[in-house]
């Protein structure tokens, strides 16, 4: 196990747009006897409700959201460079019937209770608030649906509260 320090928000630096857009991150729920990383590159961290928040997107399709659905906590692990590879497995393949952490190469780790990937370099354990699952009916653009919903695989957004923040 890595050593971590908890992070004070106040000292934060993080730029969303790099961490998930470009370096991705592992989306992990479940519990200690079946948890699941699941890549992610659709997210962000704010305030909302006067709570420091994150939101990630999660398909309906995908295994880590039936997990996202039946527990109240998830992490979002950012991972060193040298992990591109078990980010790229872990956005390819599905946990349902697979151990993507073996598969992967990762180790799985539980703070609060709260499964994360012992490799991430900066993590957030975060407690749901609210789940808006998206429709095409929201859509004020036209051409989000046809871009990215051609397959009416839709997403789900998520909402959490930031619990606490660890970092190497």
Partial sequence: MHTFQPMPTDVLEFNPFTKFGKEWALVT??????????TVSWGGVGVIWGKNAACIFIRDSRYTKELLDKND?????????????AL????SFSGRDNNKFEKAGLTPAFRHGIPYVDEGNFILLCQKMAAVRLTEDLFLTPDIKKKWYADGDMHTMYIAEIIDILAR
Wanted: glycine share 8%.
């Fill in 29 to 38: 729920a479940g519990t200690k006897e079946k948890a699941n990383p699941m």
């Fill in 73 to 85: 906590f998830f992490s979002i692990s950012f991972l060193p460079s040298q992990y591109r590879e």
């Fill in 88 to 91: 790229a497995y872990c956005g």
